[in-house]
């Protein structure tokens, strides 16, 4: 079992910057990719950034150049960095981690930005 827990989401104002963080713990043997999602409501869950133990990194089209995904295997961390934020991203923003054998969630953090 996997637990995943997300931190760092909050309130900032349109072209700011947030960092959040998400630690995997517990049997994390075979951990090999650890992502981030995001669900804003009335809309489905989605895929934001990603990052697999071979080093490969993927983003969804709508924040490439403004998000960074980063990861301390060591710790079991991942990292997103969003910059120049926008209303748009606003939403609930979830970590996942894919182990060998299973997935598993975080409970959210909430992203909101504002005028």
């Known amino acids: 079992q996997v637990q995943v827990v997300e931190s760092g989401g909050g309130l900032v104002q349109p072209g700011g910057s947030l960092r959040l963080s998400c630690a995997a713990s517990?049997?994390?043997?075979?951990?090999?990719?650890m992502n981030w999602y995001r669900e804003a409501p009335g809309t489905k869950r989605e895929l934001v950034a990603s990052?697999?133990?071979?080093?490969?990194?993927d983003y969804a089209d709508s924040v490439k150049g403004r998000f960074t995904i980063s990861t301390d295997n060591a710790k079991n961390m991942v990292y997103l960095q969003m910059n120049s934020l926008k209303p748009e991203d606003t939403a609930v923003y979830y970590c996942?981690?894919?182990?060998?054998?299973?997935?598993?969630w975080g409970q959210g953090t909430q992203v909101t930005v504002f005028s």
């Open positions: 996942n981690v894919h182990t060998l054998f299973a997935e598993y």
């Open positions: 517990g049997s994390s043997f075979g951990i090999y990719a």
């Open positions: 990052s697999t133990s071979g080093g490969n990194k």
